[in-house]
């Protein structure tokens, strides 16, 4: 057996570590860009924290602020124009998962020449800027991971950008910054660190470390992620879910994620449907339809969501994992079907032939032909019954 394993230079972790961003970024020049989104680090403080940390250590930093929840291709080429002419040396993102996917695109096109799409399958000449990811939510893993997706809107598609160039220097993972998360930013980006953890699991590319991070990270988002979502400031459970996020994050950097998350990123393209709720929408149905693909490891998963399997067969156990993500969705307060969210029957063929097209999907445990997404869409648009 043998296999890679690649992860950012350095991870640091804890309460108060976000003042350390100074400190750090100075090993690479006195130029910082710091990456930030619509107003929410400027509300919670987050942003005042960082810039202050990064003067008081003597860099100099220019803002790029405005990120956008799906960053397109226009907000990273602006981005990666202002590196440019302020000649940054060193970039840090300080935000949710598309602040520091679209930190990551700029960081790569202020080196080097063209636009984003050109790098889809080719990987730069230059080397890229150095980055410093710093995520105020705990879901995306996208400080630890080598990729970026970005929205191309001309031609109506998300772009996966992935290769090790991408993998942030450094993660800086501060719990406290967490804390100021909204109800329903809590609840999704939660469910999408839960499906990568899931996904890296039963991915065909799935390794023993992976398996470890994976399986780490599924205990600690099961036990904790209810308790985040209605006590947001309980800092422990916020502390278990950042760990929890990252960990997923290093699993499917590593293993890849699959069928979801090929589903999930049609229903953001063409319904706007926000990465995190449409993983969490498809999540049970594209697991009941896996199961018999690998029941073992649907019975080591529903262990690790919190379920108790002494006694019970193999296929009994399998099924508890099912049941055990249900009752998830339904316990964290978000829609709960498809349909809820302003998702159109007419769409589903459309989005089943995008999904069957991702590269995620060859890893998926069990194959899918069109009927089957068709299928799941479908599932997934009449939505989760139950209290
Ligand atoms: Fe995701």
Known sequence: MAFVFQCPEKIIFGCGVASEVGEEARRWGERVLLVVGKGSARRTGALDQVVEALVQSGLTVSIFEGVESDPSTDTVHRGADLAREFQAQVVVALGGGSVIDAAKAIALLATNPGRCSDYERKAPVNSVLPLIAIPTTAGTGSEVTRFSVISDLDRKVKMVLGGSYLIPKIALLDPLLTVSMPHEVTAATGMDALTHAIEAYLSTRAQPDTDLLALSAVELIAANLTQAVYNPQDVEARSAMLLGQYRAGLAFSNASVALVHSMSRPLGVYFGVL??????????????????????????????????????????????????????????????????????????????????EAQSTQFNPRRPQMDDVITLYWEAYQGLKGN
């Not at 929408?281 to 690998?294: E, S």
């Not at 964290?332 to 302003?342: C, E, F």
């Open 275 to 356: 990465h995190g709720l449409a993983n969490a929408l498809l999540l049970p149905h594209v697991m009941a339809y896996n199961r018999p693909a690998c029941p073992e490891r649907f019975a080591v998963l529903a262990h690790a969501l919190g379920e108790e399997t002494v006694g019970l067969s193999i296929r009994e156990a399998s099924l508890k994992a099912v049941q055990a993500v249900r009752n998830l969705v339904l316990d964290i307060g978000i829609p709960r079907s498809l349909q809820q969210v302003g998702v159109k029957e007419e769409s589903f063929e459309i989005m089943a032939k995008d999904a069957l």
